[in-house]
């Protein structure tokens, strides 16, 4: 091994932003549990809150969560009575997700849980924009799972 440092977990990238994306994704538990949330039910209402009513694949492109992964979770939010699945009349293949009341006034009772989440991240508010570029810009540069669905 030691002729291998590439090997080496701290010569990684993927490890830390492994590691941070976990501790995180961690740290919204506690605020997301009152709503009854995951935290991937959360993004997909995020998504729904800025849209309002999105196809199911264009909101998996977003996500970068395929359908597989995606389905279960706006099937879970639609029992919860947040969102409401409708099939396209002209194309029954295409589903539209679209927020109900219930889900709309949900977006109130979330909107301090980001604020919360940021105060337990030791970054300035200029170093968390470099980095939140940073990682867009190498999302940008792979292949989206969602494209091969």
Request: hydrophobic letters at 35%.
């Amino acid at each position: 091994m030691r002729d291998h440092p590439e090997l080496r977990l701290e010569n990684q990238l993927c490890f830390p932003l492994y590691a941070c994306s976990k501790e995180i994704v961690r740290r919204y538990t506690p605020h997301l549990e009152p709503l009854g949330l995951t935290y991937t039910q959360y993004i997909v209402m995020m998504v729904l809150w800025e849209d309002g009513s999105i196809g199911v694949k264009e909101l998996g492109h977003k996500l970068w969560l395929d359908s597989g992964t995606l389905t279960p979770v706006v099937k879970k939010l639609e029992a919860q009575g947040y969102v409401s699945r409708q099939r396209c009349t002209d194309d029954e293949r295409h589903v539209s997700v679209t927020l109900t009341e219930a889900g709309k006034a949900l977006e109130e009772k979330a909107a301090s849980i980001p604020g919360k989440v940021s105060c337990s991240v030791s970054l300035t508010a200029k170093e968390a924009m470099q980095l939140h570029g940073l990682l867009y810009r190498i999302l940008n540069g792979l292949d989206h799972p969602s494209l091969h669905q």
